[in-house]
């Protein structure tokens, strides 16, 4: 088997929310769960991740702890990426740039999304905060 490969079982615990960050994981087969834990010690399911998902790292981009419990929720199989290889891809890969990037964007989104939902009285219009919304700058002739 190649060292940078591991396998889960289902119900395996990949990490835990605060332990620290050395590598971050991409999915070649499997799903895995991702976990924040509530105040009272239960854990509510934020994200199902599949096949050619990378998770782990926020860790090594940002060097913090874990910021969610990663559980396999199926027999699985992922390539590891420790933290120099990582450095490495984020500075002369492109395509593993991009990738990255749309991956956090689309978490983010997902997450505005969320937040939208739960708290819906907060939602104020933009145009009612703002004299003015172009996402270009007006020319001057």
Known sequence: MDHNVVDFYKN?????????????????????????????????????LGKDDLFGEMGLIDKYPRSATAIALSDIRCLVIERSRFDYLTKFNPHFLVSLIKSLSER??????????????????LANKTTRHNDSPKRRG
């Open 12 to 48: 395996d615990i990949i990490f835990l929310e605060g332990q620290s960050s050395n590598c971050a994981y991409l999915i070649e087969s499997g799903s895995v769960g991702i976990y924040r834990e509530e105040t009272h010690g239960n854990r509510s399911l934020v994200r199902k």
């Open 108 to 125: 983010l989104r997902t997450t505005i999304g969320k937040l939208s939902e739960v708290e819906p009285q907060n939602n104020v219009s």
